[in-house]
């Protein structure tokens, strides 16, 4: 009686304990090292149980290939958790560098055409601009040959008046005699000597 009234008292005095107080219920804990053997276990002696060889073989087998199953498994998740955190990680990058590296290649095809076209527009220039300078060589010397060809020709017919000029004063069979007599009207002496600046310095006078 005593110890039930004692029980609930101590249940009452718990609850109508303040909040701050702190209640330290005792339990029972293990035994310490220092304590002594019970009385029950004096004298007792612990003999393992015996082990059947075939059996340890056959629990180290299949010990074994538990092991490497778990190993197995263990390896799968880790590769499948790696996996998933390197998409989760690398997929909006892995995606970002494609669109740039897309981006950048279309930029470059723009400028290869855009080149292309330059290059081309360089190249018809420059072909029109060999065809113009070769037919303006073309015309420049076929103009230079015309020239030629006139001035050989006004050259020829200055020839032929000076030849014709001089024609004049030809000896034929019908001014033979003229020109007997005025030879002899009019002596000419070319018995003569001329210095270094072809000057007359000296003449022989005719007999």
């Given at each position: 009686m005593f110890q039930v009234l004692g029980g609930r008292s101590?249940?009452?005095?718990r609850l109508l304990a303040p909040r701050s107080a702190v209640l330290v219920e005792a339990v029972r804990g293990r035994k310490s090292r220092t304590d002594p053997v019970a009385k029950s276990k004096e004298g007792r002696i612990k003999v393992p149980s015996a082990v059947d060889?075939?059996?340890?073989?056959?629990?180290?087998e299949r010990y074994s290939e538990y092991e490497l199953?778990?190993?197995?498994?263990?390896?799968?998740?880790?590769?499948?958790v790696l996996?998933?955190?390197?998409?989760?990680?690398?997929g909006a990058q892995?995606?970002?560098?494609?669109r740039q590296e897309e981006e950048e290649h279309r930029s470059l095809m723009d400028w290869n055409n855009q080149e292309n076209l330059r290059l081309l527009k360089a190249r018809v220039l420059r072909i029109q601009?060999?065809?113009?300078?070769?037919?303006r060589k073309k015309m420049e010397a076929a103009i230079q040959r015309e020239q030629e060809q006139q001035e050989f020709i006004r050259q020829k017919e200055e020839e032929i008046l000076k030849l014709q000029e001089e024609a004049k004063n030809f000896v034929t069979l019908e001014n033979l005699d003229q020109r007997i007599d005025e030879a002899l009207d009019n002596p000419k002496n070319y018995n003569f000597?001329?210095?270094?600046e072809g000057k007359v310095v000296k003449r022989t006078v005719l007999q």
């Open positions: 101590v249940q009452a005095a060889p075939v059996e340890m073989v056959v629990l180290k199953i778990m190993r197995a498994l263990r390896m799968e998740f880790k590769e499948e996996r998933k955190k390197y998409e989760e990680e690398m892995a995606e970002l560098r494609a601009q060999e065809e113009e300078e070769a037919e000597a001329i210095d270094k």
